[in-house]
Each structure stands twice: as structure tokens, then as C-alpha cells.
């Protein structure tokens, strides 16, 4: 008797440490739905991700892209591998929107040594050559204790909309709406403008998909709109000095091909990011549903049922996230990478 209670001593005393340390909580296991290549804070958010894996407050289990153009995968490979984490699966959209080439992925995907090995290091070479997306994330899920998972999509809702539309498979007996159900805990979201405004691009760009997600999706969303993002800019100044410690970085050689520097770029999709795995970073919008009309712009009405609600961040929260953001997604990998190890010279 008396080693019982000594057993549940200790045992109280352990879930007392767990409540107190996030360090000790499980890690949030995460899939990131993006459309990278169309603006810069993609890289900034996965970056976040790697970080947030390696402090134990996350786990990436997948990355499924929105931006059907075939340097998106390669250049998320090439990231993921520079961050130790090249094994990471990638799915990819098909038939998608946005197929236009961007630099941001192309020129570090691409960049080779005079040796002719690449700078950043991948082996998917061509987005066509990915899994597609909603296969990927079926498989995935299937796999995932219920009620746990966190998907996380700055892009469009094209893979998720697919999602909820596909049948049973050899993943899993349920159809799409039934695995989501099953598996999702939250869908954290960058879309829509709130409580009002004008129509936002990952909305717009695919308004049946985002209709049928907000509408459908049966667990759930919490969604950062344009204003919160729009408001936490990241300096330039620390892209030039804070990811020097090696002389490549393809986070910061994305940065700099997406604009001509120097420039700060407002912070969309890091906020959903970190809302994810840290949910009292923000404040939330009352419950309620939101809908998208004909021109793409958002509409929240508060409802004691509802399960949609918005981010909202008073001007302190603003700060901390940016100070968290800049923290995180310049954190070094926990290990080089041999290759930029090798390569390694004085930073310039
Ligand atoms: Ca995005």
C-alpha cells in the first residue's frame, strides 16, 4: 500500500510538471498544406515548423502543395534535407492553380557547385515526379491516432476540398469527410479578411474549394485573416545577419530572390503556423460560421454552435509573434548538413 501511494505521488507529481513545461506536452504532429512559391512567408512558416520539430513542440508529417508548378516540391525537399528532415513525404496538387515559375523555388532548387552537386541538397527533382496530395494525405491520416491531428494550410484549399470529396482506398475503408471527422482535431488556416473585407488572395484563388471547406469541413478551423499577417512584417535586417551561420541558406536565398531586397514582408502564413502549436500566441474571434460568397470575400457570423473562428491579435500578441517567428525560423538545424559543412567558408 504504502509504495502505491509512494507511486502515485510521483505520478501526481509528473502530470503537475507536464501542465506547467510545454516542453513536456506531446508534440503538436502536423501537416503543412501550402502553395510555396507564390509569396516568401511559405519558407518562413516551414522553417518555423523545422524549428518548432526540434524544440519537441511539433512533429511534420507531411507537406502537400497547392502551387502546381513542379520547382514548389524540389525546393520544400531541398529545405526539409537542410534541416535534417529529407525523408519528410511531399504530395503534390494536380491540375492546380498558380502554375507559374517563381524564382524563389527555382534558382535554389536549381544552384549547383562547381563540383556539380547542388548547393541544397534533394533528391525529388520534379514536383510531377511527387505522390499527389490527396493520396498522401489520406495515407497519412489513416494512420494517426483519432482526434489528434493539426493540419495547417496557407495556401488553397484546393487538396482539402479533394480531401473531403475522396472515396475509400487502400489507406483507409472511410471516405474523405469520415477520415477528417476521425482524425483532425483543427484545421489552422491563412484565408479570408475579418470581421469584413476585401477578397484575399488564398481565398480567390480557388473560391469553390475554399466554399466547400468552410462550408464542409467537419472538424474545427480556426483562420488567421489578412489583417493579422498583414501587420507583423519581418525585417529585412535579419535576413542579411541572422541566418549567416552558414553561407547558404535556402530560406534566406529564397527571401532574397522573391523581391529585390531589402524589403519586410508581411507575416500571413507564420501566424496560422504558430497558432497551430502555440494557440496562446492570439486571441479568438466568439464562435461561429463562415462563409465565402461569389467574389471570394469571407463573412462571419457569430453562432454558439458554430466551429469556425478567427485569429485576432491585440498590438503585444503582434510583437511576441513576430519576436517568436524571427526566433524560430532562424534557428539553426540541430545538425548541418554534411555537404554545407564541407563547403563551409568565412560568412560573407
Ligand atoms: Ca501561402
Not at 9 to 16: F, G, N, S
Not at 34 to 57: F, K, P
Not at 166 to 180: K, T
Not at 303 to 318: C, F, H, I, N
Request: glycine share 6%; with cysteine; hydrophobic share 40%.
Amino acid at each position: 500500500m504504502h509504495s502505491y501511494n509512494k507511486l502515485a505521488r510521483i505520478q501526481c507529481v509528473l502530470l503537475l510538471c507536464c501542465a506547467l513545461t510545454p516542453l513536456c506536452a506531446a508534440p503538436v504532429r502536423l501537416i503543412f498544406d501550402t502553395d510555396m512559391g507564390n509569396d516568401v512567408d511559405d519558407a518562413v512558416a516551414l522553417a518555423m515548423i523545422h524549428a518548432l520539430e526540434s524544440r519537441g513542440e511539433a512533429k511534420l508529417l507531411a507537406v502537400t502543395i497547392t502551387k502546381d508548378n513542379r520547382w514548389a516540391a524540389p525546393f520544400i525537399d531541398a529545405v526539409n534535407t537542410f534541416y535534417g528532415r529529407g525523408e519528410i513525404p511531399i504530395g503534390m496538387v494536380r491540375a492546380g492553380k498558380t502554375p507559374d515559375d517563381a524564382n524563389m523555388l527555382r534558382v535554389p532548387s536549381e544552384r549547383k557547385r562547381p563540383d556539380g552537386s547542388f548547393v541544397y541538397p534533394h533528391d525529388l527533382l520534379d514536383g510531377r515526379e511527387a505522390p499527389e496530395a490527396v493520396g498522401l494525405l489520406r495515407k497519412v491520416l489513416a494512420r494517426e491516432n483519432d482526434g489528434q491531428l493539426v493540419i495547417v494550410q496557407v495556401g488553397f484549399s484546393t487538396n482539402l476540398a479533394r480531401l473531403l470529396d475522396s472515396n475509400s482506398d487502400d489507406a483507409s475503408p472511410l471516405a474523405g469527410r469520415d477520415l477528417v471527422k476521425r482524425k483532425v482535431r483543427l484545421l489552422s488556416i491563412m484565408g479570408g479578411a475579418f470581421p469584413e473585407g476585401k477578397p484575399e488572395y488564398n481565398i480567390q484563388t480557388d473560391i469553390p474549394s475554399a466554399k466547400k471547406l468552410f462550408g464542409e469541413w467537419p472538424t474545427p478551423i480556426v483562420t488567421s485573416g489578412y489583417e493579422v499577417g498583414d501587420k507583423i512584417l519581418y525585417p529585412a535586417a535579419s535576413i542579411l545577419k541572422d541566418y549567416s551561420y552558414v553561407p547558404d541558406h535556402p530560406i534566406a536565398e529564397a527571401y532574397r530572390e522573391y523581391m529585390k531586397m531589402p524589403y519586410d514582408r508581411p507575416m500571413w502564413d507564420p501566424t496560422a503556423t504558430l497558432y497551430a502549436v502555440r494557440p496562446s500566441s492570439f486571441s479568438l474571434s466568439p464562435r461561429g460560421v463562415i462563409t465565402v460568397d461569389d467574389e471570394g470575400r469571407t463573412h462571419f457570423t457569430a453562432d454558439d454552435k458554430g466551429r469556425r473562428r478567427y485569429l485576432k491579435a491585440t498590438p503585444e500578441q503582434g510583437t511576441a509573434a513576430l519576436r517568436a517567428i524571427i526566433e524560430l525560423a532562424s534557428r539553426p538545424p540541430d545538425k548541418l548538413p554534411r555537404a554545407l559543412k564541407e563547403y563551409a567558408r568565412p560568412s560573407r
